[in-house]
């Protein structure tokens, strides 16, 4: 009898089916070679792996900016101010105040002429220079000079105080930089220091007077449309000959310092307003 024979195993070669970055493969198909009298064994399909592709986004990278550096300049200047240029007043001008009278944006010079009895006005004309002044009578020996708007226009008016006739007086603006004839409320005697201020918080600014000759400064309330009370008076020390207004004890109310010259000391009066 014949010895049996094998028959021969065919093995269909695997298939791996290549990565594809983005593609889906479902399986490979494989047909088993036609093998008469073969034992034939079925080809193994392995599937592949499948890795989707790896997107790396752009990596944008802001241009770095430096700031420029700014060296502050060393040079000094070895003349700071040119030599004065001078515009004529009255006689022994005493006291100025510097404020834009007439509305252009520019400050104008307001002087006190004590000899002459007048306040002077110099308009700004551009560039620092000024016109000639324009006088208004005050009384005798105009020897402070302030400007605050007293009348609520906002326009600044004028306050003296004239220190020979014993009072103050106040010159109104009426506009283009020009003013009214003074109205006088009486004071001490003679009153050499003027300062406005609202010292009773209604928004009005109020008359303070350094009364010299009678060692008191006087109060004078703004009563309204550019009108003042007679004033009320505090004791200071001997001839107080210059005053001023700040808040020295930050309540936000404006108290009263005074030079007393022959008490050789200042006096602070708090306001209790």
Known sequence: MPKPTTAPTVTVATVTAAAVAGA???????????????????????????????V?????????????TVTAST?????IFTGQTTYSTGFNP???????????GKPDIIVANSASNNVGVLLNTGNG????????????SPASVVAADVNGDRKPDIIVANSASNNVGVLLNTGNGMFAVQTT????????????????????????????????VGVLLNTGNGMFAAQT????????????????????????????????NVG?????C
């Open 75 to 79: 040079t000094q200047c070895s003349i």
């Open 56 to 68: 790396t986004t752009p990596r944008v990278t802001a241009p770095r900016v430096t700031a420029p």
């Open 268 to 272: 602070v009066l708090l306001n209790y």
């Open 24 to 54: 889906t493969v479902s399986a490979a198909t494989v047909t088993g070679a036609a093998v008469t009298g073969a034992t034939v064994t079925a080809a193994t399909v392995t599937r592949a792996a499948v890795t989707a592709a790896a």
């Open 129 to 140: 220079t000024f016109s000639a002044q324009t006088t208004y009578s005050t009384g005798m």
């Open 233 to 264: 008076t505090y004791s200071t020390g001997m001839s107080p000959d210059s005053v001023v207004a700040a808040d020295v004890n930050g309540d936000g109310k404006p108290d009263i310092i005074v030079a007393n010259s022959a008490s050789n």
């Open 94 to 104: 005493k006291s100025l105040n510097i404020v834009d009278v007439n509305g252009d």
């Open 185 to 216: 409320y009486s004071t001490g005697m003679s009153p050499d220091s003027v300062v406005a201020a609202d010292v009773n918080g209604d928004s009005k600014p109020d008359i303070i007077v350094a009364n010299s000759a009678s060692n008191n």
